[in-house]
């Protein structure tokens, strides 16, 4: 493996850590829509990731099987919603309110949440300093050849 493709994959954890901590402020932002544009409350979602794969040809794909070594990084493979139930309040005055005077409230923690965006937070952090850390030793190797 080399260094360039070191900042690939990092660049790419970077790219999906990105999109988790907007999925997850976007399940903070709405976590007492009672109505959404697909009828009833919001409905939480979760991002799920995975490994993506040296496309098939090209000059990388032969240097990786050539070494048997196969370069991948990481990808959102879908934004999935989480099918929990919405929380049921009584607030018979509430303009959502069913038959029964119950309104659906989305099933969103938000102290999960938090913990959520706090390790996307976090590993968008590690994956900065993988960057510059290989970004060092780039230099370093350019300065052993001159």
């Known amino acids: 493996m080399n260094l360039f ?5 990092s660049g790419s954890a ?15 932002a709405n976590a007492e829509t009672t109505h959404s544009a697909e009828g009833g ?6 991002v799920v990731f995975a490994a993506k794969a ?3 040809q090209g000059f ?16 959102v493979e879908r934004v999935m919603t989480d099918p ?4 049921r309040r009584y607030e018979p005055s509430h303009q959502d309110a069913d038959a029964e005077g119950y309104v659906g409230y989305p099933a969103i923690n938000p102290i999960e949440e938090m913990v959520d965006l ?14 510059q850390s290989t970004k060092a ?10």
């Open 5 to 9: 493709s070191m900042l690939d994959i």
């Open 54 to 56: 040296l496309p098939e």
């Open 14 to 28: 970077l790219k999906a850590e990105r999109e988790r901590a907007e999925v997850v402020a976007s399940n903070l």
């Open 137 to 146: 030793m780039i230099l370093q190797s350019l300065q052993i050849v001159s």
């Open 118 to 131: 706090m390790g996307a937070a976090r590993a968008y952090q590690l994956n900065v300093a993988a960057v």
């Open 41 to 46: 409350p919001y409905q939480r979602r979760e």
């Open 84 to 87: 929990t139930p919405p929380l």
């Open 60 to 75: 990388a794909h032969a240097l990786a099987a050539a070494s048997d070594v196969v370069v991948r990084g990481v990808r």
